[in-house]
Structure formats: structure tokens, C-alpha cells
């Protein structure tokens, strides 16, 4: 049994054939998904639709790559934090690759996605492009609890500062790419039980579906990659990873 912590349903590529991609998770080994909100419309869609199926749950928070973004208040964040299926904070975190000049905005949200995680007891869904520095200062300054740094693509040194801070890491597609080295180094180096894998779908699809529209059935493919890099059997990073969420995203335990 896998779960795929962190993807888009709400997407147009995954929402427009939601019956099949669920059908597909099923046929894969996949149990469980996490729908990951970006802005105040995506959480209504991805909360919409882990209400009506029992094995999708939901996230609450903003992307940190749209200056323009209608913001939540710390309240509307705790107000959907308590809604049974909403499972962790985020997307949040700092994003430099997309976003440039005074970023003074980008800070200011994560910092208030920190508060409402810190406050709910839920964990944090971290997005970092281009900002382990920053993401990692604010994280230790604003004494964020639990979380992941999803999707990740630093080296070794940035998942050591994460997993210091009580972090778990989340490895998308990309780590099976060829040129990944700095990533391998880090699925390799993070601890067994700190290790979880996503796919970022739509987005990102692993070897041997790159180019083609990703979904989560397809962590499998990155959960057996990961498996062969750290030298184990997929059944033991499928038992793993499942458990790490499960610990991580406890909300999911009681979730109805």
C-alpha cells in the first residue's frame, strides 16, 4: 500500500477524469491521496472533493507564488483547519525561482501558514524554489512543529537542516530523473523513517511516464526508484512511507 502525500485533483488534467485517475490508484496499490490546496478557490474544489471520496484528503492554504492572491486571515486558515478532512496547512513557503524584487509579501504568508499550523496542530506542507536559506530561517524562527518539505530538490546539507528541524521530506518524480545526482544523494541520505514520496501531480510524472501528464498512481514508479537508490525492496518503502504519513498527517487517522 502506497500514499501519494501530495497532488492537484482539483487540476484540469486530473479532475476532468477523476473516476479513472481514482480507478488507477486503486489497480496501482495506491490507498490514499492528499489533494493540496494553492488559493482560496483550489481549497473549495479539493476540499469538495475529499468530501466525497473516502481515501482523498485535503489541504488549506496558499501557493507562495501569486503576489496577487486573495489571502486567508489566520482565522479563515484555523476555520478550515477544523473541517474533519483537512489534514495539513499548505501550500505555502518561499518561492525565488518565479517570484523576484521585494518578497517581503511571500514572507509575510508563510509566516502567517506557520502561525495557523502552529495554533491547528496540523502539519505544514512546505514549498521551497530557489530559498532553502529563507525557508529553512523562518521555519526555525517562527518555531514551526511538524511538517514536510514537499517535493524536494536541494542536496544533502538543506535535508539535514529540515530533518533537524523535525521535518519529514517528500520525493516527487524528479528524483528519478538522470540528472538528479544532488537529490539521489538526498533520497539516499534522508532516514527511513522521515521518507515520503509524492508525485506533484499533474505535474513532474517519474520515469518511465515522463512528458506525460502525471497522476498518483504513479508513485509507484517513484517509490521503486527511491527503493533501488537506498538498496531495499519496494514493499519496505511502501510500509514506510505509509506509516511516516500516517504519523505525520494523524488527522487522516481520525478523518470522516
Same mark, same amino acid.
Given at each position: ?16 477524469? @477523476? ?14 491521496? !492528499? ?5 482560496? =478557490?483550489?481549497?473549495?474544489?479539493? %476540499?469538495?472533493? #475529499? +468530501? ?43 518561492? *525565488? ?10 514572507? +509575510? ?28 530561517? @523562518? ?5 514551526? %512543529? ?6 524536494? $530538490?536541494?542536496?544533502? %546539507? $538543506? ?14 518524480? !524528479? ?5 538528479? $545526482?544532488?537529490? =539521489?544523494?538526498?533520497?539516499? *541520505?534522508? &532516514? ?10 499533474? *505535474? @513532474?510524472?517519474?520515469? &518511465? ?17 527511491? #527503493? ?23 488527522? !487522516?487517522?481520525?478523518?470522516?
Amino acid at each position: 500500500m502506497l500514499i501519494d502525500s501530495h497532488c492537484h485533483l482539483n487540476f484540469p488534467d486530473l479532475a476532468q477524469r @477523476l473516476p479513472e485517475v481514482l480507478a488507477n490508484m486503486a489497480e496501482a496499490g495506491v490507498d490514499k491521496a !492528499i489533494a493540496i490546496s494553492v488559493s482560496r =478557490q483550489s481549497f473549495e474544489e479539493v %476540499h469538495a472533493i #475529499a +468530501q466525497n471520496h473516502p481515501n482523498i484528503y485535503a489541504t488549506v492554504g496558499i501557493h507562495p507564488d501569486d503576489p496577487e492572491a486573495e489571502e486567508f486571515s489566520l482565522e479563515e486558515l484555523l476555520e478550515r483547519a477544523a473541517r474533519p478532512k483537512v489534514v495539513a496547512i499548505g501550500e505555502t513557503g518561499l518561492d *525565488y525561482h518565479w517570484c523576484k524584487g521585494d518578497l517581503a509579501w511571500q514572507h +509575510q504568508r508563510f509566516a502567517l501558514h506557520i502561525e495557523a499550523a502552529n495554533r491547528s496542530g496540523l502539519p505544514l506542507v512546505v514549498h521551497t524554489r530557489d530559498a532553502a536559506e529563507d525557508t529553512m530561517r @523562518l521555519l526555525r524562527e517562527h518555531q514551526a %512543529h511538524a511538517g514536510v518539505i514537499h517535493c524536494f $530538490t536541494e542536496d544533502v %546539507h $538543506t535535508a539535514k537542516l529540515a530533518l533537524d528541524l523535525g521535518f519529514y521530506i517528500s520525493f516527487s518524480g !524528479i528524483v528519478t530523473f538522470k540528472n538528479a $545526482t544532488a537529490i =539521489q544523494e538526498a533520497a539516499r *541520505y534522508v &532516514p527511513l523513517d522521515r521518507l515520503l514520496v509524492e508525485t506533484d501531480a499533474p *505535474y @513532474l510524472a517519474p520515469v &518511465p511516464k515522463r512528458g506525460k501528464p502525471n497522476e498518483p498512481a504513479y508513485v509507484r514508479h517513484t517509490a521503486a526508484f527511491v #527503493a533501488q537508490l537506498r538498496g531495499d525492496s519496494l514493499e519496505n518503502i511502501a510500509q514506510a512511507t505509509t506509516a511516516n504519513c500516517l504519523r505525520l498527517f494523524n488527522k !487522516i487517522n481520525t478523518a470522516a
